[in-house]
């Protein structure tokens, strides 16, 4: 059973056009969750750490938030140059980190 | 601002040949891991080092699979006897803590098995 579900798996939107990337986990004791974006044949570069439920962070056109069973990564007015695969990644306890599968985003011009 | 750099970025080898990837971890990072990504699929863990030695593994990471801080500053992924299935792109990854806190990725290694 994976522990971090990502959805939609793909998504397209004109620039300009808000919405939200979901990611559910069912783990017991969540040290911290992390959203990570990855271009293509790159490596994940660092978005976001959620450490408890109620917790926002923000950082230009991206917002994440917690709650005790999903994280939404919120993209206001997005541009072009935000399409890739945003990762979600969850810490049970010390274990390593658990990735989901990611969304792939497609921002059109 | 400080970064992981990984060597080579890509790398091309025979089946059965050695390959030994290589990593410089942030400065200040104490935890250091190794992750793959098969194309088109999740990325996954293989293996934590802390105070010079393996803290956890997972079962991808068997036999074929060794991990050295050779001096202060390398660390260094060793596939013994590739094979076509190892094709992947291989991150290296630091953090100054274990739990909880941030884990930083370098670009990636990526390994091509023919």
């Known amino acids: 059973e994976d522990q971090v579900t990502q959805s939609p798996e793909a998504l397209r939107l004109q620039e300009g056009e808000s919405s939200s990337l979901n990611c559910s986990y069912t783990?017991?004791?969540?040290?911290?969750l992390f959203w990570y974006r990855q271009d293509p044949g790159k490596g994940p570069e660092f978005l976001f750490t959620l450490y408890s439920a109620g917790e926002e962070k923000e950082k230009e056109r991206l917002k994440a938030t917690l709650t005790k069973k999903e994280s939404f990564l919120h993209i206001t007015a997005p541009k072009p140059e935000d399409s890739a695969t945003y990762l979600c990644?969850?810490?049970?306890?010390?274990?390593?980190?658990?990735f989901g599968k990611g969304t792939r985003l497609s921002v059109i011009a | 601002e400080p970064e992981v750099t990984q060597t080579p970025s890509h790398q091309v080898t025979q089946m059965g040949q050695e390959v030994i990837l290589r990593c410089v971890p942030i400065?200040?990072?104490?935890?250091f891991y190794w992750y793959r990504q098969i194309l088109g699929q999740k990325v996954e863990f293989l293996v934590s080092f802390y105070n010079n030695e393996i803290s956890e593994k997972s079962e991808i990471f068997d036999d074929q699979f060794s991990v050295e801080r050779p001096d202060g500053s390398n660390f260094t992924l060793k596939i013994r006897s590739t094979k076509l299935e190892d094709s992947a792109m291989y991150f290296c990854a630091s953090s100054f803590d274990r739990s909880g806190n941030t884990i930083y990725f370098g670009e990636g290694s990526w390994l091509t098995v023919v």
């Open positions: 783990v017991s004791g969540l040290r911290g």
């Open positions: 400065s200040n990072h104490l935890y």
């Open positions: 990644a969850v810490q049970d306890g010390n274990t390593p980190l658990v």
